[in-house]
């Protein structure tokens, strides 16, 4: 005779997931508010992309392409790719959850590494795996610790590369050398979010590994350099076989008439998408420059933001930074919940935020504990 339960109850392991704290928003008491904690483009979205937006507005009465063809289709134009082998999906996170959802379950794990997206681990326990963690070297993937913990159990290997929060890289020989060393069943997926960002000849998003190889899949999102992240707009890159498997479990309409819309137009401007690039690269070169000279570590970043480390002292740590920089409104994010609990990862803004960090941190390392 079965118990009767007093409530509904999740199935086993759901409640041991850590749910995702986004990066705060807001400063209290404070009359104006630099944003620079999640990653934004200081340039927004291109004019283009805002234009096609509000296009869709009028026929908000019709049902979107559940195929979203013009998103696909723009994509494919712009990195001379086949529409067929891509997906895509509510932001990146959506086709994450996907691949989980298709290719986990219990019983199997995946590997991750421990500075990686937090996302991954989550996804890969919502679908009742196991998530293996192993180390960085220097804030950078090792490829060898990664061989290292893949056994018989293994089924998907994640990699943000750049990663996140530290912006640090791995060369494409790396990466080649990782997928020829796994087995031909566990799926490779490449985060590669900030992508855009990288001008460094030994590295490569995944476009490559993804053709020519059936286990590899590449992400990507609009979220970054083209300024979408309030629409949600993510891609995948992926041999025939994996997309006609996340095409059976994922929501018929899961892309908005607006963000397909957008998506299409924006990933098209690329004049603009140089123009955001090349702001950024000027200021991630003085942010670092500036930061180093006042005594504080800066992990080499090839994305959109720094990770910076204090020092350990007393009134000199990244929650008193953080602490500091809030309360002259500047939001940035702390990572402790990334492994670096005495470091902070700040956006690059503005010019006039970027300064006003330079200034902000140039002080509060003067001040006398």
Same mark, same amino acid.
């Given at each position: ?5 007093? =409530?509904?109850?999740? @199935? ?7 749910? #995702? ?10 009359? @104006?508010?630099? *944003? ?11 004019? =283009? ?13 019709? #049902?979107?392409? /559940?195929?979203?063809?013009?998103? @696909?289709? &723009?994509? &494919? ?19 994450? /959850? ?6 986990? /379950?219990?019983?199997?794990? %995946?590997?991750? +590494? ?6 991954? *681990? ?10 293996? +963690?192993?180390?960085? *070297?220097?804030?950078?993937?090792? $490829? ?58 030994? #590295?490569? &998003? ?22 979408? &992240?309030?629409? @949600?707009?993510?891609?995948? #890159?992926?041999?025939?076989? $994996? ?14 008439? !607006? ?25 991630? !070169? =003085? ?25 350990? %002292?007393?009134? =000199? ?11 002259? !409104? ?19 803004? +503005? ?6 960090? $330079? ?8 001040? *006398?504990?």
């Amino acid at each position: 005779m079965s118990m009767e339960m007093s =409530k509904p109850v999740p @199935r086993p392991g759901i409640l041991d997931i850590a749910a #995702y704290v986004p990066g705060k928003e807001h400063a209290p008491g404070v009359a @104006r508010v630099f *944003k620079l904690s999640s990653n934004e483009t200081p340039l927004g979205a291109s004019p =283009k992309a805002i234009e096609a937006f509000r296009e869709t507005a009028t026929n908000l009465e019709r #049902y979107p392409d /559940g195929q979203a063809k013009e998103l @696909r289709q &723009a994509i &494919a134009d712009v990195h001379g790719l086949n529409p067929a082998n891509i997906l895509c999906g509510n932001g990146s996170d959506e086709l994450l /959850g996907l691949l989980c959802h298709v290719y986990l /379950g219990t019983g199997d794990e %995946a590997v991750i +590494t421990e500075h990686g997206f937090l996302v991954y *681990k989550i996804q890969i326990q919502a679908a009742g795996a196991t998530p293996v +963690t192993v180390k960085e *070297k220097d804030c950078t993937v090792d $490829i060898d610790a990664i061989l290292a913990a893949v056994t018989e159990k293994t089924k998907m290997v994640f990699i943000a590369n750049p990663g996140n929060p530290t912006g640090t890289y791995v060369p494409v020989s790396e990466i080649r050398r990782l997928q020829a060393s796994l087995p031909k069943h566990v799926i490779l997926v490449l985060d590669a979010a900030y992508a855009e960002y990288v001008r460094r000849n030994d #590295y490569e &998003a995944g476009l490559e590994l993804v053709s020519a190889n059936p286990n590899v899949v590449m992400t990507r999102t609009f979220s970054k350099v083209y300024g979408l &992240a309030a629409l @949600r707009v993510g891609w995948v #890159y992926a041999p025939a076989e $994996i997309i006609d498997a996340l095409n059976r479990v994922r929501g018929p309409f899961n892309m908005n008439a !607006g963000a397909i819309a957008a998506g299409a137009a924006a990933v098209r401007d690329q004049a603009f998408t140089e123009k955001a690039v090349a702001f950024n690269m000027l200021w991630i !070169g =003085k942010v670092t420059q500036a930061l180093e000279a006042i005594g504080l570590k800066v992990t080499p970043s090839v994305a959109n933001f720094v990770l910076i480390h204090f020092p350990d %002292a007393e009134g =000199k740590s990244a929650i008193e930074a953080d602490d500091f920089l809030t309360s002259r !409104g500047y939001i940035v994010r702390a990572v402790r919940s990334y492994g670096f609990p005495n470091s902070l990862r700040i956006s690059i803004g +503005t010019e006039e935020a970027n300064l006003g960090v $330079i200034d902000t941190l140039t002080e509060f390392m003067g001040r *006398k504990a």
